[in-house]
């Protein structure tokens, strides 16, 4: 790994050495070229989203044109292949960097347990619907049905509820539960089966399946999650509780939540967002919030995010994969961006006082307002003000198929503090916010809050 830190560093250097050879003085120019186009885009896509009519548009041209003016720049000065072989080494650095940070990810996977015997009376309960009609498409009913389910299809035109479905379920003697649909459907069916301590089962036949995406699970082949029913391992996973109700991905308050919760967002998701975002993004539109995580207050965030266990490094806004839920904490992500100003400072990261990025057990927000939209797991409620979000750890069983794709290993963070010392001494302190190895929590039932 140290190899690998020096080689980073030596990639950097080739880079700035190949600018400056070839670029003279004009390599300055061409890195402010560069600089301002990326402000100048970022800034576009921010009024892009907040105002509405000719502003919008043309700032879409600008986001669009910013780009191409400076390729066309680049290539009138001969300097188009620099910013090219610049581009190459500086990606190429970054990933060895990476890989010598490693050792900074610390114990990422989920600790496998044992199942026991098998289930005798597994119940699982397919939404038709979901993902396009996967459950149709790949003849989840009668392959379960061949491993000895009981199957339940939501149909008719009522909508149903899945979770007193789930209930009378487990008192007929059901000994696991199982989901074919999405993350909202699982969310409550989990619920019910943390609550009884019976085992849990997710099938990849939503549209996203972002739950079994960090579960390891196979998106793409929802009839291997069925493979749990002959040989599986256990997982000890967390569960998030908002408002008395059971999530597994995250709970959303402010902007998103507001444009879920619209009427017109289920027919016409994308016109929906971009008629509500700029009243959203301007303060003209939707409650005021204040939030409470673990003693830190967050005032007036335009979206907040609170997701069971956070999510990993590899994005600006953190939000990318979680490679354990089985922190016994909530990942909190608040942004507040009011101007084109504040939203290329998120240039910056999560050093920007546009985007606050916390852990904690417990988060409660407020509003002005006595009810609060909430998407939660993508699907939209309200809730009565306060709302609390709270993590219980290792509540729900999770079982998997022993042959999975798994979870890929996080991206560390690049910090180039830590990988100096890396090349320099061989070693150095773990970087702030690693996450310590652990063990899982043990199992209990969760009782509803």
Not at 7 to 25: D, N
Not at 116 to 127: E, K, S, T, W, Y
Not at 323 to 341: E, F, I, M, Y
């Amino acid at each position: 790994m140290t190899w690998l830190a020096r080689l980073s560093f030596a990639l950097v250097l080739a880079v700035i050495t190949v600018v400056a050879v070839e670029a003279g003085l004009r390599s300055l120019a061409m890195l402010a070229v560069g600089l301002v186009a990326a402000v100048v885009s970022l800034a576009a896509a921010f009024w892009f989203l907040s105002r509405r009519g000719v502003l919008r548009w043309l700032s879409l041209t600008v986001f669009v044109a910013a780009p191409i003016a400076v390729i066309v720049v680049y290539a009138l000065h001969s300097l188009l292949w620099v910013a090219l072989v610049a581009a190459a080494g500086w990606l190429l650095a970054s990933m060895t960097a990476r890989v010598a940070l490693a050792g900074d990810r610390g114990e990422w996977r989920m600790p496998e347990y044992p199942v026991g015997r098998l289930a005798r009376h597994p119940f699982v309960i397919m939404n038709p619907k979901s993902g396009g009609g996967k459950v149709g498409r790949f003849d989840l009913e009668r392959k379960a049905e061949d491993l000895g389910a009981e199957v339940f299809l939501m149909r008719g035109p009522k909508q149903v509820d899945v979770a007193e479905v789930a209930r009378t379920a487990v008192a007929r003697g059901a000994d696991l539960l199982g989901v074919a649909g999405g993350d909202g459907t699982q969310a409550l069916v989990a619920g019910i089966a943390a609550e009884h301590g019976i085992p849990f089962m997710v099938i990849t036949a939503g549209t996203r399946n972002h739950f079994a995406l960090d579960l390891g699970l196979d998106r793409d082949n929802p009839p291997a999650c069925l493979g749990a029913l002959a040989d599986a391992v256990e997982l000890r996973v967390d569960l998030g509780v908002v408002g008395g109700r059971t999530f597994v991905n995250n709970a959303s308050f402010g902007a998103y939540a507001e444009v879920v919760d619209a009427p017109a967002y289920r027919d016409d998701k994308l016109g929906t967002t971009l008629d509500l975002l700029p009243d959203l993004l301007r303060g003209h539109r939707g409650p005021r919030l204040t939030v409470h995580a673990d003693g830190a207050e967050i005032s007036a965030p335009q979206a907040l995010l609170v997701a069971n266990n956070p999510y990993g490094t590899g994005d600006i806004a953190g939000l990318s994969r979680r490679a354990r839920l089985d922190r016994g904490v909530l990942g909190v992500v608040a942004v507040n961006v009011g101007s084109a100003r504040e939203a290329v400072g998120l240039i910056r990261g999560r050093r920007t006082t546009g985007l606050r990025v916390l852990t904690a057990r417990e988060t409660t927000v407020t509003a002005d307002t006595r009810q609060l939209p909430v998407g939660i797991d993508g699907e939209a409620i309200s809730l009565p003000v306060p709302v609390r979000c709270a993590v219980h750890p290792g509540a729900l069983r999770v079982w998997v198929p022993r042959d999975r794709p798994g979870v890929p290993a996080p991206k560390p963070e690049l910090n180039w503090a830590r990988l100096r010392q890396l090349a320099v001494w061989g070693h150095g302190q773990r970087s702030a916010g690693t996450p310590e190895a652990g063990h899982s929590p043990p199992r209990r039932a969760l009782k509803q809050d």
